[in-house]
């Protein structure tokens, strides 16, 4: 009998508060499936369907209810509420499941959606973890400059932004692509950029250069009208500055500011872009 699965039970002995299920007859490990839970009509050597985790007295027990999340998976799930110890999520059992703070990727707060995986600690209980990274799978349908949609789950300074692509698939927008401020949690559209041997997938949240140009010129414009028409820096501005002044890469600013000059909407002086 597996802990946090599904699987096909017999029932060994019914009693009056339920029925005791075994793997078959012969075997002594026997487990509890409370009378509310039995479907009418049941006998003694039927087989039954039911999911098995532990209760509040840290007994193993069956349910014959559909959680929303297994051993292995990842799913979205609700915050309930938060405690000293850690947070508890609505799985759709009776008993909610546990969030340590450690399995933590950022600070959550009751009503919020998290993305999580199941997995066994180390007192044998089932818990929860927002370090989803090893429970996604790597055999997606998508190919290059495909359009997807997905959920970062963690954000590192040298790799970049980590994505539950589908909630479900293995994805990454690189640090190189990564320019907006986005944040853990946040549901996000992007395009796979590449399909890598394992079958991981990179994305970027922008468009190829030549469709994203039109994009990023106005959202230059939009920040040189919020400076009075005066951009207090050019194009030769680190790329530090320009990614917190526009949420973009160096090379992206520097089309960006080509694009306008083009059009004759803007000048570059010594020390400033301005609004023509």
């Not at 991981?200 to 920040?223: P, T």
Request: proline content about 3%.
């Amino acid at each position: 009998m597996q802990l946090g699965k599904t699987q096909i039970l017999t029932i060994v002995k019914q009693v009056d508060f339920g029925v005791y299920l075994a793997e078959d007859t012969s075997k002594e490990e026997r487990v509890l499936l409370p009378r509310k839970q039995v479907p009418e009509g049941v006998q003694t050597g039927d087989e039954l369907e039911v999911f098995l985790y532990k209760d509040s007295q840290d007994r193993i027990i069956a349910t014959t209810i559909e959680p929303k999340l297994k051993l292995g998976e990842v799913a979205r799930l609700t915050v309930k509420e938060v405690a000293k110890i850690g947070a508890f999520l609505d799985w759709g059992l009776e008993k909610d499941l546990f969030l340590p703070f450690r399995q933590q990727t950022r600070k959550v707060q009751a009503g919020d959606n998290c993305l999580a995986a199941l997995y066994i600690d180390k007192s044998e209980r089932l818990c929860a973890t927002m370090n989803v990274y090893d429970y996604l799978r790597t055999d997606s349908p998508y190919e290059k400059e495909d359009h997807v949609t997905g959920t970062i789950y963690q954000i590192s300074e040298n790799f970049g932004a980590f994505v539950a692509v589908d909630d479900c698939y293995s994805g990454l927008i690189p640090s190189r692509e990564f320019f907006g401020q986005l944040s853990v949690g946040d549901q996000i559209t992007a395009r796979v950029t590449a399909v890598k041997p394992d079958g991981k997938l990179d994305l970027s949240i922008r468009e190829k250069s030549y469709l994203q140009l039109n994009a990023d010129a106005e959202a230059v414009m939009k920040v040189i009208e919020e400076f009075d028409g005066v951009l207090p820096f050019t194009d030769k501005a680190s790329p530090e500055v320009i990614k917190r002044e526009f949420s973009l890469s160096k090379n992206a600013f520097k089309r960006a500011v080509g694009h306008l000059l083009k059009e004759e909407r803007i000048e570059i002086t010594e020390k400033s872009i301005r609004k023509l």
